[in-house]
T-cell receptor, first 112, second 119 residues
Framework: GENVEQHPSTLSVQEGDSAVIKCTYSDSASNYFPWYKQELGKRPQLIIDIRSNVGEKKDQRIAVTLNKTAKHFSLHITETQPEDSAVYFCAATSYNFNKFYFGSGTKLNVKP | GAVVSQHPSRVICKSGTSVKIECRSLDFQATTMFWYRQFPKQSLMLMATSNEGSKATYEQGVEKDKFLINHASLTLSTLTVTSAHPEDSSFYIC???????????????FGNGTRLTVT
């Protein structure tokens, strides 16, 4: 199966700074990579995703990059705000798996 | 957008009793639903894949007799924790893909989760 590793486990940034979370995956068959944000006690919410046929995708302050050769993808949040504080999970999947493999999560703390 | 509803959101039960958790896809059909378990400050661990009209597929280490899954219709999957014990206390979350979009290349939509506490 797939193995997804995520770093760092915790990240503290000052409001307005950028935050970067990195994930690696092991199976080259993975072709879809969503990122989820989970606030305490709530459901994970999709914030952005990327498919293997593109290298970068951006949505306002959030961007994701994918390097298929190196098998890693990253989440970039610019101009961070206190409401960005949450746990972020990366995931990988493909048609072959029919299941999602999640990273271990990154707790982001944005200090006002 | 695709909405997944999960009930109950919170349940407290005594050791030895069984608890049923329902997961519904409200505006789409889901032939497959996924059940996750999440311990505090940890990641989402896939427990089983629920398949409409057939047996669920359990991940390694998950007791199928302990966690009974039934997917009787295209919009409903249930997870029953049988003979619950304190170590079963956890956050259980169901999810499904909106198969109208794609059968595999689309995100999971999660239910609100169920906080189970076994006393």
């Amino acid at each position: 199966g797939e193995n997804v590793e995520q770093h760092p486990s915790t990240l503290s940034v000052q409001e307005g700074d950028s935050a970067v979370i990195k994930c690696t995956y092991s199976d080259s068959a993975s072709n879809y990579f969503p990122w989820y944000k989970q606030e305490l006690g709530k459901r994970p919410q999709l914030i952005i995703d990327i498919r293997s046929n593109v290298g970068e995708k951006k949505d306002q302050r959030i961007a994701v990059t994918l390097n298929k050769t190196a098998k890693h993808f990253s989440l970039h949040i610019t101009e961070t705000q206190p409401e960005d504080s949450a746990v972020y999970f990366c995931a990988a999947t493909s048609y072959n798996f029919n299941k999602f493999y999640f990273g271990s999560g990154t707790k982001l703390n944005v200090k006002p | 957008g695709a909405v997944v509803s999960q009930h109950p959101s919170r349940v407290i039960c005594k050791s030895g009793t069984s608890v049923k958790i329902e997961c519904r896809s409200l505006d789409f059909q889901a032939t497959t639903m996924f059940w996750y378990r999440q311990f505090p400050k940890q990641s989402l661990m896939l427990m089983a894949t629920s398949n409409e009209g057939s047996k669920a597929t359990y991940e390694q280490g998950v007791e199928k007799d302990k966690f009974l899954i039934n997917h009787a219709s295209l919009t409903l999957s249930t997870l029953t924790v049988t003979s619950a014990h304190p170590e079963d206390s956890s956050f259980y979350i169901c999810s499904a893909r909106d198969e109208r979009v794609s059968s595999y290349n689309s995100p999971l939509h999660f239910g609100n989760g169920t906080r189970l506490t076994v006393t």
